[in-house]
T-cell receptor, first 114, second 111 residues
Framework: GAVVSQHPSWVICKSGTSVKIECRSL??????MFWYRQFPKQSLMLMAT?????????EQGVEKDKFLINHASLTLSTLTVTSAHPEDSSFYIC??????????FGPGTRLTVL | QKEVEQDPGPLSVPEGAIVSLNCTYS??????FMWYRQYSRKGPELLMY????GNKEDGRFTAQVDKSSKYISLFIRDSQPSDSATYLC???????????FGTGTSLTVIP
């Protein structure tokens, strides 16, 4: 299957700082990438859909000014958590969609805000 | 009513058993059906991907889709302790612009 990478895999930051998470499709081009958030023992919660070259579409209740998404190329999307607070601590997972509508996930990024 | 319903379990079976995981859905527009396996603190891994009704087999895994009943299944034969994980079903429409996930079923295979 196709490979999606995420960086970093784990980050700890102080409250009030910003954190950038990168999502890359390594062996295919992805016009659409998705960002999810997952709390322990819960299912995936879609945060936003990122389309290359255009603005991301955010799900209801997700603050677009807090979770900045940039999809500048067909292989890279970034999620920046701005002015992070402890309640933003979570597992963030990206995925990329192939032209066959398969969705491949990255390994996830564990964010801890102190 | 949720778009996709999946029994969260937990499901516990002895090693070597056949496991049956199921999801039901309500939207007849769904055309693509997927099963993912997620280990703790890892991203979901695509196991099976089907487009039409019927069966698809890959090793010990068989995915089954019944569009008339809006019901999909994943069967795991000769289950192994390494199969212990959460299994998520997912589906999307023809455009693939939106994916809907089940809540996941937690499976434990006991040696």
């Amino acid at each position: 299957g196709a490979v999606v990478s995420q960086h970093p895999s784990w980050v700890i930051c102080k409250s009030g700082t910003s954190v950038k998470i990168e999502c890359r499709s390594l062996d295919f081009q992805a016009t659409t990438m998705f960002w999810y958030r997952q709390f322990p023992k819960q299912s995936l919660m879609l945060m936003a859909t990122s389309n290359e070259g255009s603005k991301a579409t955010y799900e209801q209740g997700v603050e677009k000014d807090k979770f900045l998404i940039n999809h500048a190329s067909l292989t890279l999307s970034t999620l920046t958590v701005t002015s992070a607070h402890p309640e933003d601590s979570s597992f963030y997972i990206c995925s990329a969609k192939t032209t066959l509508n398969e969705q491949f996930f990255g390994p996830g990024t564990r964010l801890t805000v102190l | 009513q949720k778009e996709v319903e999946q029994d969260p379990g937990p499901l516990s079976v002895p090693e070597g058993a056949i496991v049956s995981l199921n999801c039901t859905y309500s939207n007849s527009a769904f055309q693509y059906f997927m099963w993912y396996r997620q280990y703790s603190r890892k991203g979901p891994e695509l196991l099976m991907y089907t487009y039409s009704s019927g069966n698809k087999e890959d090793g010990r895994f068989t995915a089954q889709v019944d569009k008339s009943s809006k019901y999909i299944s994943l069967f795991i034969r000769d289950s192994q302790p390494s199969d212990s994980a959460t299994y998520l079903c997912a589906m999307s429409d023809l455009g693939g612009n939106q994916f809907y996930f089940g809540t996941g079923t937690s499976l434990t295979v006991i040696p």
